[in-house]
Nanobody, 118 residues
Framework: QVQLVESGGGLVQAGGSRRLSCAAS????????MAWYRQPPGKQRELVAR???????NYADSVKHRFTISRDNIKNTVYLQMNSLNPEDTAVYYC????????????WGQGTQVTVSS
């Protein structure tokens, strides 16, 4: 199994930056991709950014050119650098790992709150 622990959330002013971290442990050798999702208040969870084992990335349109996802394979950690934050980015941010071989599994972190004040 894969366990995930997020950190880095908090309160930030509009226009500011924040970096989230997600540390993976357990069967990290079986991770195929990692991603960040977020769930704004009263809304559904949505994909923010995803990075594959090969390093390919994709982003939600709302965060393109503002957020950057990266990973450190030695530390088994994925990061989400968030710049030019606005109040619409306020949400609980969740780390996700896709892992496994012929059978696919998903693991989630506990979530970290990011609040952007105007």
């Amino acid at each position: 199994q894969v366990q995930l622990v997020e950190s880095g959330g908090g309160l930030v002013q509009a226009g500011g930056s924040r970096r989230l971290s997600c540390a993976a442990s357990g069967s990290t050798f079986s991770i195929n991709a990692m991603a960040w999702y977020r769930q704004p208040p009263g809304k559904q969870r949505e994909l923010v950014a995803r990075i594959s084992f090969g390093g390919g990335t994709n982003y939600a349109d709302s965060v393109k050119h503002r957020f950057t996802i990266s990973r450190d394979n030695i530390k088994n950690t994925v990061y989400l650098q968030m710049n030019s934050l606005n109040p619409e980015d306020t949400a609980v941010y969740y780390c996700n790992a896709e892992w496994g071989g012929s059978v696919a599994f998903a693991s989630w972190g506990q979530g970290t709150q990011v609040t952007v004040s105007s």
